[in-house]
């Protein structure tokens, strides 16, 4: 029984249904979860604009710079579907207050760093830290709202943290560098770290593990780990094809030995069941498709903006900005409210298709004119990021049973970093060789990073299109059981047309 008197299947001792918690509080709730998650999300970008000044004050090479990102994405995307099952067993709520406060003494180190190594290593232990609390929050709010509608909304919010996040965050790493420092980036966690993990257990109640009693699978932990830690590693890697090609077989042997073992074990990490759901499984799918085509974008897109239209570092914040405020007026505003009414398919397959269509109009020549080359494409991707993104997450999350929540949590983290990772290493290298080859035939320099970023929004685009045809079949819902059948089937096992609740 917890402290406030329900038991594991939230009722009271006598049998009766605990009453659920009021509104406020459970919104009081989404609001940290959403402030944590902001903070891991905005260290996933926001050093980029900073490398120069950490490169001149801490002596980095040209090649070591890039530890400065991946020494984060590697342990962030390797570690979350280990912390997601770990926070079933062990507690949601000590899994994240124990992620923000470690989170809270790396930014602290990642502030005091006096060389490159140390930077480094403090970095690898903040993705560890985020790591550890982001992958239980999407559980978490599925917890606290029940009520399809609710939920819907609340999973806006968290959508909207999630996609403007980055954006806000390459905005905020410029004027923190100018302004007062590059050591600021991280320093400036310090404070919004303390008062998230405050809050966190004043707001958030104390939750007994849901994921039974037995010990977490160790080795099946160490496995996957190891795995997904070696396939970021490969994806960001820049080393030559054939030590890329060795760690990508490393790693897929890694991690089809972990399928093996928890096909084995009698208290498996990860119960493998939970892949014979669509949502799950497909929804997944989908996200890193959609995610590789929309983080390549904005890393490339920056580029484009500075190397091929001339803007100012500055400008290009500012000609970026309406894809986070877009997101958060359709996300806030429209999403939940759509999903609730249309169910989240046909939300996400409209958001897909803007996706597509905003990828598609940065292909264009440019007309010099940010009103014409820039703006409608930002509008456009903002509103289809603002659709799609709470759509999929309510997807993905749709089957999930309490049990199982925090894994099915780290399952869509996990799939949101690895695709982000995907998509930025891919779409970078698919510019790079499209503009080396242009110029190696006497094409202008400008000319030709134009081409490689029109080539690299075209990559985008077709992933997005892939995860919208993956969304018409495999997302597909199940056809409403006429009253005969519904007369003649056991309640539980009735079907819906709610896509979200399809399974195979």
Request: proline share 6%; with cysteine.
């Amino acid at each position: 029984m917890t402290s406030t008197g329900r038991t594991k299947n939230g009722t009271t001792p006598n049998g009766t249904r605990a009453a659920p918690r009021p509104a406020h509080s459970r919104w009081a709730a989404l609001a940290v979860l959403c402030a944590g998650m902001l903070m891991v999300i905005l260290d996933g970008t926001i050093v980029s604009v900073a490398l120069p000044a950490i490169q001149a004050d801490l002596g980095f090479t040209a090649t070591g710079l890039a530890w400065t990102v991946n020494a984060y994405l590697v342990p962030l995307g390797g570690l979350l579907l280990l912390a997601g099952r770990l926070g079933d067993l062990l507690g949601r709520r000590r899994m994240l207050v124990v992620g923000l406060a470690l989170f809270v003494v790396a930014s602290l180190l990642c502030g005091l760093a006096v060389g490159a190594g140390m930077l480094v290593a403090a970095r690898f232990l903040q993705g560890v830290a985020a790591a550890m609390a982001s992958a239980v929050v999407l559980g978490m709010i599925v917890g606290l709202f029940p009520e399809p509608g609710e939920r819907a909304r609340a999973i806006g919010v968290y959508a909207f943290v999630g996609a403007a996040g980055a954006s806000i965050g390459t905005l905020l790493g410029g004027v923190l560098t100018e302004t007062v420092g590059w050591r600021w980036i991280f320093l400036v966690n310090v404070p919004i770290g303390v008062a998230a993990v405050l809050l966190s257990l004043r707001v958030i109640e104390r939750d007994r593990p849901v994921g039974g009693a037995g010990r977490p699978d160790l080795v099946g932990g160490l496995l996957v780990t190891a795995g997904l830690v070696l396939a970021v590693f490969t994806i960001v890697d820049t080393s030559g094809p054939q030590v890329r090609i060795g760690l990508a077989a490393l790693a897929l042997a890694l991690l089809v030995g972990f399928v093996v073992r928890q096909s084995r074990a009698a208290d498996p990490l990860v119960r493998l069941g939970i892949f014979r759901s669509r949502a799950v499984s497909g929804g997944n799918l989908v996200q890193l498709l959609m995610v590789a085509g929309m983080l390549g974008f904005q890393f490339t897109v920056a580029l484009h903006l500075q190397g091929a239209l001339g803007y100012a570092p500055a400008e290009t914040g500012l000609a970026l900005l309406p894809i986070p405020v877009t997101i958060a007026v359709v996300s806030l505003a429209a999403s939940g409210r759509l999903i609730a009414r249309f169910g989240p398919r046909p939300v996400l397959l409209v958001g897909e298709v803007l996706l597509v269509a905003g990828l598609l109009l940065l292909t264009r020549p440019p007309a010099g004119s940010y009103l014409v080359d820039v703006l409608p494409s930002m509008l456009v991707l903002g509103v289809g990021a603002g659709l799609s993104l709470p759509a999929v997450t309510t997807v993905m999350m749709s089957d999930a049973t309490p049990a199982d929540a925090g894994l099915a949590s780290g399952l869509a983290n996990t799939s949101q970093q690895v695709g982000g990772a995907l998509g930025i290493a891919v779409l970078a290298a698919l510019a790079t060789a499209r503009t080396d080859a242009a110029t190696a035939t006497g094409v202008p320099q400008q000319e030709a990073l134009a081409g490689g970023y029109h080539l690299a929004f075209a990559a985008g685009a077709t992933a997005v299109a892939l995860a919208a045809l993956l969304t018409l079949t495999v997302l597909r819902p199940r056809p409403r059981l006429t009253p005969q059948k519904l007369t003649d089937s056991p309640p539980e096992i009735v079907g819906t047309s709610d896509p979200a609740s399809a399974k195979g």
